[in-house]
């Protein structure tokens, strides 16, 4: 069956994304990142060597745009003005590439989305044409104006980023997922497993995420659980899970008929 992931036309064989930073190094990135399955990378143009610095280390070594999609994202910017020159400047390093993740943070110390900044950004680089993937807040209404903007994916926080909290709002989560017609991949605050297969149960498209893998005490090991997670996940939603019942037992095995009786 062919289930891939398909965003802005192309399609990809795995429906979790994962960051590279945070790793004691790039081969323990690379190491992680093929454990994972994962053919769209995430790379933050502010805080990653794509060529800037010829004599250190370059993140296109480990790993080469041949073997993965990157997705340069802004992390870090706090202003519409400052995503937007730094998403030019990835598509420059990049020779020309147009798919991006945007996201503008409100403060330092939550890393929550600043909405109107993040709907002004997304106008320009849709005009300028990028195709951009946008973390958002868990706000319905948001998505549906960034999707309406012309973003390729939107990208709602499942919590705080980095925090490991896991999905603490599905109800919204649903209501993005029931009324967008662009994929919608959950983005910030998954911690372990269950949390990435919860997401996909909900009927998420995909699951980005960087630090639940590479501040695990074993990232290589937590990269393939998320991989299976993820797989799980999507089997379990497309499988269609029996109704929730209160009191209303249905034994596995039937009761009548049986010998004797």
Same mark, same amino acid.
């Given at each position: 069956m062919n289930d891939s992931l398909r965003i802005a036309g192309r399609e990809y064989a795995s429906r979790l994304l994962v960051g590279t930073g945070k790793y004691k190094d790039f081969a323990e990135t690379r190491e992680a990142v093929l454990a994972s399955g994962a053919r769209i990378v995430t790379v933050a143009v502010r805080r990653v060597n794509l060529g800037q610095n010829a004599n250190e280390?370059?993140?296109? /070594?480990?790993?080469?745009? !041949?073997?993965?999609?990157?997705?340069?994202?802004?992390?870090?910017?706090?202003?519409?003005?400052?995503?937007?020159?730094?998403?030019?400047?990835?598509?420059?390093?990049?020779?020309?590439?147009?798919?991006?993740?945007?996201?503008?943070?409100? /403060?330092?110390?939550?890393?929550?989305?600043?909405?109107?900044?993040?709907?002004?950004?997304?106008?320009?680089?849709?005009?300028?044409?990028?195709?951009?993937?946008?973390?958002? !807040?868990? /706000?319905?209404?948001?998505?549906?104006?960034?999707?309406?903007?012309?973003?390729?994916?939107?990208?709602?926080?499942? !919590?705080?980023?980095? !925090?490991?909290?896991?999905?603490?709002?599905?109800w919204n989560l649903k209501l993005i997922i029931e009324q967008a017609k662009v994929p919608v991949i959950v983005d910030a605050g998954v911690g372990t497993a269950s949390d990435a297969a919860i997401a996909m149960e909900l009927g998420c498209d995909g699951v980005l995420m960087n630090t639940a893998i590479a501040k695990a005490s074993d990232p290589v090991r937590m990269a393939g659980a998320m991989k299976k997670a993820v797989e799980a996940g999507r089997e379990a939603f497309l499988a269609g899970r029996m109704p929730r019942k209160f009191y209303s037992a249905s034994p596995s095995s039937p009761t009548s008929g049986l010998i004797g009786s």
């Open positions: 280390p370059n993140l296109l /070594d480990a790993l080469p745009m !041949s073997e993965f999609t990157y997705l340069p994202n802004t992390a870090g910017c706090y202003t519409a003005d400052e995503a937007v020159r730094t998403l030019r400047l990835a598509r420059e390093l990049l020779d020309g590439h147009d798919l991006v993740k945007l996201e503008v943070l409100g /403060d330092q110390t939550t890393l929550f989305p600043n909405m109107p900044e993040t709907l002004k950004a997304a106008e320009v680089l849709v005009r300028e044409g990028f195709k951009v993937m946008v973390y958002c !807040s868990d /706000d319905p209404i948001q998505a549906r104006m960034l999707e309406d903007i012309g973003c390729v994916a939107v990208m709602p926080l499942a !919590s705080l980023i980095g !925090s490991g909290m896991g999905i603490l709002n599905p």
